[in-house]
């Protein structure tokens, strides 16, 4: 992995960081357009939407005063998410060892819980973890301890984390920054 870059604004690397990575999207913002983004759609480099509302429950827009912004409607299916792809160093370097931290300069409104979910595929199987996620002021923190995915070393192909709006209401989801670390996890 590439050295460290820079963690989202509230947000600190642990001092026995092993690797940390940001989509490109938020290196280089581009300008998001207002849009309705199909399930499955790229919506920037690297993330992409998914949902089971109905055609134009899920808008996407520029964010506040950058970033990008996740609003979602009345009635408007039983989830909403922004997924994003970690490239594969990432997965090769995640062992049952790691704790995984996705951290992002963040602000939520709306009535219902925000997730985290790590995903690790390998082999046929894909295992997922998910946590709520800490909202705290511009922050948005989750972290995963994948010994409880049962994973050896070197064991996962591919990797991807969501955040994740169960049972939409009205809810918005600013996002102006969201990186992903990873460290060991202390054994006694």
């Known amino acids: 992995m590439a050295p460290l870059p820079h963690p989202p604004a509230g947000c600190a690397w642990a001092p026995d960081t092993v690797w940390a990575w940001r989509p490109a999207f938020w290196d280089a913002p581009g300008v998001v357009p207002v849009r309705h983004p199909a399930s499955g759609e790229e919506v920037a480099p690297g993330l992409k ?39 594969d160093a990432a997965a090769r370097a995640c062992t049952a ?50 010994a409880y995915c049962a994973l050896g070393h070197g064991d996962a192909e591919q990797i991807w984390v969501d955040l994740l709006i169960g049972e939409p209401g009205p809810a918005t989801l600013h996002l102006t920054d969201l990186a992903l670390s990873a460290r060991h996890r202390l054994e006694f």
């Open 97 to 146: 060892r790691s704790v995984v931290r996705l951290c992002a300069a963040a602000r939520y409104d709306g009535a219902d819980r925000i997730f985290g979910r790590i995903n690790l595929r390998h082999g046929p199987n894909t295992v997922s973890q998910t946590r709520p996620a800490e909202v705290a002021g511009e922050r948005l923190l989750a972290e995963f301890d994948l």
């Open 49 to 87: 939407a998914f949902h089971d509302g109905a055609e134009g429950s899920l808008e996407l827009g520029p964010g506040e005063p950058a970033g990008l912004r996740l609003t979602t409607g009345r009635a408007s299916g039983t989830y909403a998410s922004l997924v994003c792809d970690l490239p």
